[in-house]
């Protein structure tokens, strides 16, 4: 035999080696007794990824992504978010964290999903509250999706008084509640310029036909009622509904007539159900805009708008824009 065969066959022997290579580790029996052998095959050994992240601007994430690892987040620039969905959808990164927000955006398929926490800190009412349920089942979703992977996994990291929340949310079906409250005053406005509402009586009727006068009766705590007869209903009904109409008064999107029964639309209000605009919206412009007002109070008022209220600001933007 020849040096030539005698190396290619040393080198098939290694490679044949390496393939059934074992490693024998000894592990506590099931049953207690004694401890037993078991063979398992070694785990390869994490590469970096030298060239996933050249395509990139921001070095932070190109440096993540050299040990495949990616972020995902508002503050990225588009070419680095658009870059980072594509390797990680082609696998050549292996774990993806981004933030809640926007994992109704990113459509990517993952076979582990992790939620690291269910709280967060909300500005308005300076305290921790509970992330809602719909952007939880959201998040599970993108682990083991039908069309992508035949099992998935999905770990939510939860205070303990909150495990038989969650575990309750996944078995059995989670009620549909309303969140007409929030917008009633849009709708209401909305019922007076098409015509369908005229009166305070008109308004109680609309709200019998709704869903919220459904979940009244099913789940009446979450809407704040202690007790549910006729009565307390409506005179639930009729509280809501002043408030709402005093809201639109308030704003010069209705006007009350004079026997305290009669809607009429304004041009206010028109205004607003056409544009699908906030009363408050309307109210600001209606108190704040003038013949005489520059184009920077035109940006102050814009930016002061109630639609613009939920939107969060990027981590030291307000210090950009100052």
Known sequence: MSDADHSDS?????????????????VPSSSGSDEELIIVEPSPKPRQKKNSGKRLEDLNLKHTCS???????AGLADKDRRTIKELFVNHKIQILITTSNL????????????IKGTEYYDSKTKRYIDIPITDVL???????????????????????????????CLIEPFPVESALLK??????????VAGTISSKQDC?????????????????????????????????????????LLDLETTSCISIGEDNQTINTTVLGRIASDYYLSHLTVGLFNDKLSSNSSQQDLLKILSDVHEYAELPVRDNEDEQNA
């Not at 994992?103 to 992790?114: D, T």
């Open 10 to 26: 040393s080198e098939a022997q290694d490679i044949k080696r390496r393939k059934i290579e074992k490693k024998i580790e000894i």
């Open 67 to 73: 040990f495949g690892i990616g972020v995902y987040h």
């Open 103 to 114: 994992a109704w955006g990113v459509n990517v398929p993952a076979h582990l999903v992790i």
């Open 138 to 168: 959201q998040m599970m979703g993108r682990a083991g999706r039908p069309q992508y992977d035949t099992q998935g996994v999905a770990v939510i990291l939860v205070h303990d008084i909150k495990k038989d929340f969650y575990k309750k």
């Open 183 to 192: 917008v009633l005053p849009e709708n209401l406005n909305a019922e007076v």
């Open 204 to 244: 109680l009727d609309y709200m019998t036909g709704t869903y919220m006068f459904r979940r009244l009766y099913k789940n009446p705590t979450y809407y704040c009622l202690d007790v549910v007869n006729p009565e307390n209903v409506n005179k639930f009904l009729s509280r809501i509904v002043e408030k709402a």
